[in-house]
T-cell receptor, first 119, second 113 residues
Framework: SAVISQKPSRDICQRGTSLTIQCQVDSQVTMMFWYRQQPGQSLTLIATANQGSEATYESGFVIDKFPISRPNLTFSTLTVSNMSPEDSSIYLC????????????????FGPGTRLTVL | GEDVEQSLFLSVREGDSSVINCTYTDSSSTYLYWYKQEPGAGLQLLTYIFSNMDMKQDQRLTVLLNKKDKHLSLRIADTQTGDSAIYFCAESLRSNSGYALNFGKGTSLLVTP
């Protein structure tokens, strides 16, 4: 299984500022994803981080607000730009790697999350 | 998108069985998952089931799938206090990037001594 770390684990930011969250995986993975978990809500996929090309965003999320980088197969960043209190959430990074068994499913591993509070 | 539905809270006594239910949205979902989230931790994949199966057993965990009703359940036998956590049901769905997990809001399981 993959081990995923995120930095920072939490932050409190002022509105109008930006925060970059880092995600590091301990092994090379094909797919990396960024999710948001708003208070009392389920996880929502923001985008898929593609290595060497622009991220693929889901409906309701745009690159100007959530720029994503993925310079290699083990690292990605998500920036939350021009923050407002509505951006207060937990942001989770995940990575997809084949299970150890000879199965065809792809197991997604999740990082511990970054708890963001915007004042 | 549509919501994956889960009851929000479940309380059981230590040693009893816990059953967490989920109704998902897409009958074409290939895989269905159960994740566990402990306080301050990330999501841990507990188990999954392929859509052509009705049941999967993995030690204390039993997953039942009713495709007709789009109903998924997770049974934890001999529930322990360490099982107290939030349990998320998720289905695989098509997304702009081809693949995504659609999560429920999670069921908070409280195990009392």
């Amino acid at each position: 299984s993959a081990v995923i770390s995120q930095k920072p684990s939490r932050d409190i930011c002022q509105r109008g500022t930006s925060l970059t969250i880092q995600c590091q995986v301990d092994s090379q993975v094909t797919m990396m994803f960024w999710y948001r978990q708003q208070p009392g809500q389920s996880l929502t996929l923001i985008a898929t981080a593609n290595q060497g090309s622009e991220a693929t965003y889901e409906s309701g999320f745009v690159i100007d607000k959530f720029p994503i980088s993925r310079p290699n197969l083990t690292f990605s960043t998500l920036t939350v730009s021009n923050m407002s209190p509505e951006d207060s959430s937990i942001y989770l990074c995940s990575a997809e790697g084949r299970g150890l068994a000879a199965s065809s499913y792809n197991e997604q591993f999740f990082g511990p999350g970054t708890r963001l509070t915007v004042l | 998108g549509e919501d994956v539905e889960q009851s929000l809270f479940l309380s059981v006594r230590e040693g009893d069985s816990s059953v967490i239910n989920c109704t998902y949205t897409d009958s074409s979902s290939t895989y269905l998952y159960w994740y566990k989230q402990e306080p301050g931790a990330g999501l841990q994949l507990l188990t999954y089931i392929f859509s052509n199966m009705d049941m999967k057993q993995d030690q204390r965990l039993t997953v039942l799938l009713n495709k007709k009703d789009k109903h998924l359940s997770l049974r934890i036998a001999d529930t322990q206090t360490g099982d107290s956590a939030i349990y998320f049901c998720a289905e695989s769905l098509r997304s702009n990037s081809g693949y995504a997990l659609n999560f429920g809001k999670g069921t908070s399981l409280l195990v009392t001594p």
